[in-house]
């Protein structure tokens, strides 16, 4: 088994920066993908950025220009920057890690998730 370990969230002003760092317990457990999620009160988990083993990335449009993913296959882990901060980016991130395994079923998708890092912002 392996587990995702989450860090650097904090009370930030608007407009400030913060960076969001994730590792994983073994650096040998490669995930397919490697990125971070946020759930604010009342609201469901949405996806943040994303990258995958071979580099491509994803963003969710509110935070694109502003938040950049970083990822290193060797040491296991997956950073976020956060730019601009604004009084909606306030959440809960998690760090995420997802598997792809081949069955005879087909594909099966295994998630692995952070304990989650709180983010505050300040208007």
């Known amino acids: 088994q392996v587990q995702l370990v989450d860090s650097g969230g904090d009370l930030v002003q608007a407009g400030g920066s913060l960076r969001l760092s994730c590792a994983a317990s073994r650096s040998s457990f490669i995930f397919d993908r490697m990125g971070w999620y946020r759930q604010a009160p009342g609201k469901q988990r949405e996806l943040v950025a994303v990258?995958?083993?071979?580099?491509?990335?994803n963003y969710a449009d509110p935070v694109k220009g502003r938040f950049t993913i970083s990822r290193d296959n060797a040491k296991n882990t997956v950073n976020l920057q956060m730019d601009s901060l604004e009084a909606e980016d306030a959440a809960g991130y998690y760090c995420?890690?997802?598997?792809?395994?081949?069955?005879?079923?087909?594909?099966?998708?295994?998630?692995?998730w952070g304990q989650g890092t709180q983010v505050t912002v300040s208007s």
């Open positions: 995420n890690g997802l598997r792809l395994v081949g069955t005879a079923q087909g594909i099966k998708e295994y998630d692995y």
């Open positions: 990258a995958t083993s071979g580099g491509s990335t």
